[in-house]
């Protein structure tokens, strides 16, 4: 074979299976941000509430962004695992410490209250971008 197939056909399994678990590590962080808040950001989107579209999105991209930080730097997938753990908590921390922040926030989503929603957008954006660079070195 082309040295060229042949390290491809080498270096496949390991790219999968970091890709794989880093793409799993998001679905499990949406899923325990979808658990944490006290309202149901898919139904209120599916409704058409844009506060908690942005509230989601946000989320997802905050838990995305140091999670692809982990799979950059990693060298092995136990290194997306810790610290793609460490990164999820830490972002889960952020939505709490703004819900308490913002006493009312549950609320405001609901109510389709936009600045909140930017406000935990922010937060959640700034957090992940931290962490991305901690993770980074």
Known sequence: MMPFLD???????????????TLGMLVVGILAYEAITPYRELELVRAGNSAAGIALGSAILGLAIPLAACLARSVAVWDIVVWGVAALILQLAAFAIVAVVLK??????AKDETGAACVLASVQLAV?????????G
Do not use: C, K, Q, Y
Request: proline letters at 7%; zero cysteines; charged letters at 5%.
């Open 7 to 21: 390290n491809l056909l080498a270096s496949l399994p390991v790219f999968l299976a970091h890709v794989g678990v």
């Open 104 to 109: 009312r926030l549950p609320d405001a989503i």
């Open 128 to 136: 992940a971008l931290v962490i991305a660079a901690a993770v980074g």
